[in-house]
């Protein structure tokens, strides 16, 4: 069987570091939010999750901003067909349902980037702000816009990264092994990022 | 049990500070060194060793040189606290029965959103990053006993009861409406104000902050819905219509 | 207080002048907060405005040490707009009594009395007499109307007090004035009642008592004396300052106010004649004619079974004066720096930072050859010879420094300003080697005596001869361990003999029962009654706790024990008309009841209801027994018309020492009060410093331009006297932390002092560091037409704690060398400074 590679060796790493962190932060954010005490068979106690949670944030901001090397400069390529992939729903909404062939990443996978890069930045930041504390006029302007921002970012990831995980996995068979050997086979590929493989010259 | 409270009358108060002292002695609370800085009001502003203090207030008078106003300082003790509201770690942050915010340094992880979510920028952090402040004597009150700091009060300025019966012994004394009785889900210190709350250094209408009332009432709730809603949606999709099949042919 | 601390609640007008409850006696405020609820109206006058006068409904400011011609003006209200309470004047005042003719006040001598002399600075007072009929009894006029009466000399005296001299003179203006005497003298109606409390503001001045005298005046004329809610009342700056009062602390009484003699009172009968007030008047109970009784009393108490009928009591043990000796704190530390003294014991005080100017007193420790230090800490006394500017190789002075307990590590009573007398109990043991002061005394005592015993001496007597009954002894005699109880014991007195009051060596019921031939033994006459017997069973008065009222009045006659006789408001038979029927019936503290139950004999018979009266005696319009109401004056009667004080029968205005003006306006010749005791020379006729005028130490300048602001000095409530107690505590210190001098934006503004920034203040004596608290709550006076500052610093620091020297140091080291010319209690309240920035 041809394969074709999709993510290097670092793609594939800071890909799991970056789902680790993110699922260890949304664990503990969840404790946090509704004090699930729980959680202290799992961290300790809420102090422990608070450092976990702190130190996490580190790596996964770390994390997020290597992604943008990988995902940023192809995610902001917009074209007719990736308009065409929207109208169509990404081929999801029926099992007819057709899109237009898609480059490296299909519109709903550049839109899911965006939305992630752009909330984690936000809750990176507003994390930060209100680990940190930095010098200001009035802290506690800064500490309850922090805590807004860091909530919102919040929800629209908490909603985003499971979508992403299903399409990832179950709605489509054969993706994870990205994550994994970082090489999809020629024929899955042709079937989902046709332009891409093309460009490839397959 | 029927809710505490203590009632504050800057009227009475003659700006003695036993209640600072009191409060120092019973919570065992170190002295910072201070110095003059050209008032009597010292320390400047509460910090995490001191939980109640007097505020003094020069302003111009029409019927005298000056007057000066005398006012307890802390812990409000709101029965809707934007404090427990906001705080992340259980037990950090607490209603006692009698209505008293309490708090415990060992659960608190020190994140400070209660700073931020105080309407009276109350909470302090200690040297340890742990959240301090007036907690209305509850370990005195759970024996029966008053706080200290209404308990060294000379004149009756600051005085201790049933919240019920404190507002209408201060209504027949003729303070129609107190300060904290309804704001907040009505405090647990309430003031007997002659004047606009303002002149004596308070808000109007305190009030927690607006974005951590949306975030109680929608970003939270939004939080396990959306979870919840993004995982049925996707349960829905594999039911209904399946996982994508590679047989389906090229793309076109 | 001729009242007590609850009373105050049942004012209708409270008038604080010459005080700051709200910072030095806070639980006062309490009752006035009281008062003020139930409608009464506060009026705080006060150079400053104070914590007390932020609650005030009327405040006034005036000059530091103008609170005489403040006064005078409201006699002079009282009087124009006939607002005095006629009856109780006519009948329980000496306002009606004739005075020798040729008396003249101060209007009419340039500024003194008659018979004065400018040598020797006192008065004869030969023209001070009041009239007597031929059986010895005062000449009165009922009608007020006799020009030698004093009310007419009275109206004389203060017609110069006009508002606009009043004004000019105390700063306030005239409408302030208007409103403070309107309020108050609303009280002369006998429904309507005053009350007013003073403290060192009024005390602490050239003319302190006179200040006093001035209120008194006031209170006789309202008609506000004996009734609840009335009354001039001493608040005491330190908890137990009664009690040591009344335990003769000062040089010139023993315990009970009795007199110490001078050398020339050879005998206890020439004692008892010449201290024993005599009356022909059936009607005046003249209490003070007991005095032989408790002299003698007192003698039996503290020589014991060594005082008999033949050595006089040991009368000749007793410590006397030289003639004209005067030990009050001023004389001993101008003696002190004379180098008259070689040894001092600092019992639990601070001079070197609470004596007026401390930084004579400094050098006067240094004369010393021992000095013992009996405090809770070590302090800026004990340790004066490592102080500001002074070298230690060149100071001799060996201190011993005896750590005693604290108030709560020993038993024992205090009495408060109330005349309350409480037991307390001792909470905790003293910590380390603290002892009790009564132990480190008997350590003291047993010691001295032996030496005494040993080695003879001068005069051994009074020691060897003292009782010392307070204990079990140990083989060589010596108290093992101090009993409290028995000296309270010792206090209430015993009978020493079978009585008819009672048996022998039980203890006396009260001073009723002493006698004055040697069968009783009492400490103090006035506590007599405080540790007794009651169905043969021994009964501490003083730790009694109950709570029942009479009428309400907050007099709680079951609460401990106040003296004399339990009573709780002296001269309260002049809260009763002749008839013996309240004045207000609403505020009855006694009254005359013709069917009186006996709860033990169940008979009926006419008696006193309420409080314990002024004796049992019926009311006053009663032929044959009734008395007058003021029954410790020998003549009967509330005494508007003065002779006994050195300085004038009225009070008049003179001015500080040290003062902002030229001269007095009241008067073109003595600027100062003529018969104060000075340390330093003056010259002309407005008293101006002599050059060279005494030592340097001593020395004071008056509208000098060198120090142009007035200053009074103070305490605050977060420190307690110099701070000794409270600098040692790290919380009063947070709130504390600095000397700070309070001056108006005028003068700062004036002077470019910026609030918080660090200032100088100076006197002629001395300087201290300050921080600068500019305020509102200060501003200028106009006096006689010219803007006058002044300004106000706490005495509560000293240089020794805290130890990095933060705190400052005492503003005492500012304050001149003069007192009071009847008490000497030093002129701490007004003086001259400047302000310059650091």
Not at chain 3, 59 to 67: I, Q
Not at chain 3, 810 to 824: E, I, K, Q, R
């Amino acid at each position: 069987m041809t394969v074709i590679r999709k993510a290097s060796a670092f793609e594939i790493l800071n890909h799991w570091v970056l789902a680790v962190s993110f699922l260890i932060l949304a664990i503990s954010g969840f404790g946090f939010l509704f004090q699930l005490e729980q959680l202290n068979a799992v961290f300790g106690n809420f102090n422990a999750m608070k450092n976990i949670h702190n130190y996490a944030g580190i790596v996964f901001t770390a994390s997020l901003i290597l992604t943008i090397f990988h995902y940023l400069p192809v995610s902001l390529k917009f074209g007719a067909d990736d308009i065409a992939w929207f109208l169509n729903g990404g081929g999801y909404l029926s099992k007819k349902s057709k899109v237009p062939p898609q480059d490296e990443l299909n519109a709903g996978q550049k839109l899911y980037y965006i939305v992630i890069l752009l909330s984690g930045l936000a809750i990176a930041a507003s994390g930060f702000a209100i680990w940190l504390r930095p010098q200001v006029p009035d802290i506690r302007k800064l500490v309850v816009l922090s805590h807004l921002v860091h909530n919102i970012a919040f929800d629209l990831m908490i909603i985003a990264v499971p979508l992403h995980i299903y399409l990832a996995t179950l709605a489509n068979p054969g993706t994870l092994r990205i994550m994994i050997t970082g090489t999809v086979p020629l024929e899955w590929a042709r079937k989902r990022h046709a332009k891409w493989v093309r460009k490839m010259g397959y | 049990m029927a809710r505490k409270a203590l009632l504050i009358s800057p009227e009475l108060c003659i700006g003695c500070r036993g209640c600072q002292t009191a409060c120092k002695s019973w919570n065992q609370l170190p002295a910072t060194k201070t110095v003059n800085e050209g008032s009597i009001e010292n320390p400047p502003d509460l910090t995490p060793n001191l939980y109640n203090k007097i505020r003094y207030v020069e302003m111009p008078s029409n019927s005298n040189m000056v007057r000066w106003l005398f006012v307890s300082q802390r812990c409000m003790h709101c029965d809707d606290a934007g404090c427990i509201k906001i705080c992340p770690a259980p037990g950090a942050l607490f209603k006692t029965k009698e209505g008293a915010v309490g708090f415990d340094k060992d659960k608190c992880i020190g994140c400070k959103l209660c700073v931020a979510g105080c309407p009276f920028d109350v909470p302090r952090y200690d040297e340890k990053d742990k959240v301090s402040k007036c907690h209305l004597c509850s370990d005195r009150i759970a024996e029966g006993l008053e706080p200290a700091c209404s308990k060294t009060c000379p004149t009756g300025a600051i005085r201790y009861g049933d919240r019920d019966n404190i507002i209408g012994k201060a209504q027949k004394a003729g303070y129609e409406k107190l300060y904290g009785q309804v704001d907040l889900g009505g405090l647990g210190v309430l003031y007997a104000f002659k004047d606009s709350p303002k002149i004596y250094g308070m808000d109007e209408r305190p009030q927690i902050p607006e974005t951590v009332v949306f975030w109680h009432k929608v970003l939270k709730p939004l939080a396990y819905w959306g979870l919840g809603g993004a995982a049925a949606v996707s349960l829905l999709h594999y039911l209904v219509i399946g996982p994508k099949k590679d047989e389906g042919g090229d793309q076109l | 207080m001729t009242n007590h601390w609850v009373d105050v609640k049942n004012a209708d007008v409270v008038l604080v002048m010459g005080a700051n409850p709200a910072e030095n006696h806070p639980i006062a405020m309490k009752w006035v907060m009281r008062a003020r609820e139930k409608g009464a109206k506060f009026i705080v006058v006060d150079p400053r405005f104070t914590r007390t006068a932020a609650k005030a409904d009327i405040y006034a400011s005036m000059r530091s040490g103008t609170d005489i011609a403040f006064l005078g003006g409201m006699i002079k209200y009282i009087l124009d707009n006939n607002l005095y309470f006629r009856d109780y004047v006519a009948n329980y005042t000496n306002a009606t009594f004739l005075i020798n003719p040729e008396f003249k006040g101060p209007g009419e001598l340039d500024g003194v009395f008659s018979g004065y002399d400018e040598k020797t600075r006192k008065y004869d007072k030969k023209t001070w007499s009041i009239q007597m009929d031929d059986k010895g009894i005062p000449k009165k006029d009922m009608t007020l109307k006799d020009p030698n009466c004093v009310f007419q000399l009275l109206r004389k005296h203060y017609s110069r007090y006009t508002l606009e001299k009043v004004s000019s003179i105390t700063g306030t203006p005239k409408e302030k004035l208007i409103e403070v005497y309107k309020t108050y003298a609303s009280t002369g109606k006998p429904n309507r009642v005053g009350t007013e409390l003073y403290a060192m503001g009024w005390t602490q001045h050239t003319v302190g008592t006179q200040n006093i005298r001035a209120m008194t005046i006031i209170q006789l004329l309202l008609g506000n004396i004996g009734l609840a809610g009335g009354g001039v009342n001493a608040m005491r700056g330190e908890s137990n300052v009664q009690g040591s009062t009344d335990y003769g602390i000062l040089f010139h009484i023993l315990p009970g106010y009795l007199p110490v003699p001078s050398a020339s009172v050879v005998d206890l009968k020439t004692y008892i004649e010449k201290f024993t007030p005599k009356t022909k008047d059936p009607k005046s109970v003249n209490w003070w004619g007991n005095r032989p009784k408790y002299i003698t009393s007192y003698l039996k108490a503290i020589y014991g079974d060594n005082a008999t009928k033949d050595n006089d009591f040991g009368y000749a043990w007793l410590p006397k004066l030289d003639e004209g000796q005067n030990g009050s704190w001023l004389m001993l530390f101008d003696q002190m720096f004379n180098g008259k003294f070689e040894g001092f014991f600092a019992w639990g005080q601070n001079p070197a930072c609470s004596g007026a100017n401390a930084g004579k007193v400094r050098k006067a420790l240094a004369k010393l050859k021992w000095m013992v230090n009996v405090n809770l800490f070590d302090n800026e006394t004990g340790s004066f010879w490592k102080g500001p500017d002074m070298n230690p190789k060149d100071i001799k002075t060996e201190v011993f420094m005896l750590p005693c307990a604290s108030s709560v590590e020993k038993e024992g009573s205090i009495t408060n300003s109330s005349r309350l007398g409480q037991w307390r109990y001792k909470a905790v043991e003293p910590i380390g080697e603290s002892k009790p002061d009564s132990e480190i005394m008997n350590e003291l005592y047993f010691r001295v005596k032996r030496l005494y015993q040993k080695q003879g001496g001068k005069f051994p007597d009074p020691i060897v001869n003292l009782t010392w009954n307070y204990g079990e002894k140990d083989a060589s005699g010596k108290i093992k361990k101090v009993d409290t109880h028995s000296v309270a014991k010792e206090i209430n007195g015993y009978y020493l003999e079978d009585l008819k009051v009672g048996k022998k060596g039980h203890l006396a019921v009260n001073f009723v029962s002493l006698q004055a031939d040697g069968t009783t033994s009492c400490g103090n006459w006035l506590y007599s009654g405080s540790y007794t017997e009651k169905d043969d069973k021994v009964v501490n008065m003083m730790a009694r706790r109950g709570k029942k009222d009479i009428g309400n009045l907050g007099m709680h006659p079951e609460w401990a024990w106040c003296w004399p006789l339990n009573r709780r408001i002296i001269y309260n038979r002049a809260s009763v008309d002749p008839q013996g029927r309240p004045w207000d019936p609403k505020r009855a503290v006694i009254k005359w009841n013709p069917d009186k139950l006996d709860p033990k004999t169940k008979k009926t018979a006419p008696g006193w209801d309420g409080d314990v009266p002024d004796g049992p005696a019926p009311p006053m319009a009663d032929e044959k027994a009734g008395k007058y109401p003021f029954i410790m004056r020998a003549d009967g009667m509330g005494a508007i018309f003065g002779p006994g004080l050195a300085d004038g029968p009225f009070p008049e205005h003179y001015e500080p020492l040290e003062c902002p003006v030229q001269e007095n306006p009241m008067s073109k010749k003595h600027r100062i009060n003529p018969t104060v005791k000075l340390f330093y020379g003056v010259t002309g006729p407005h008293d101006k410093p002599v050059k060279d005028g005494g030592r340097p130490e001593d020395i004071f300048l008056t509208c000098d331009i060198r120090y142009p602001y007035v200053a009074t000095t103070y305490r605050v409530s977060e420190h307690w006297q110099t701070g000794l107690l409270t600098r040692h505590l790290p919380w009063q210190l947070e709130m504390q932390p600095q000397q700070f001098v309070e001056i108006s934006k005028e003068l700062a503004d004036e002077k470019g002092i910026k609030n918080g920034s660090k200032v100088t203040v100076s006197s002629a004596r001395g300087k201290v560091w300050a921080i600068a608290v500019v305020t509102d709550r200060f501003k200028p006076f106009k006096v006689m037409d010219t803007t006058i500052h002044q300004v106000g610093l706490p005495w509560c620091f000293g240089w020794q704690h805290p130890e990095d020297g933060s705190g400052g140091d005492s503003a005492n080291l500012l304050t001149p060398t003069v007192g009071d010319a009847n008490t000497m209690i030093p002129e701490t309240k007004a003086f001259m400074v400047n302000v310059e920035k650091a």
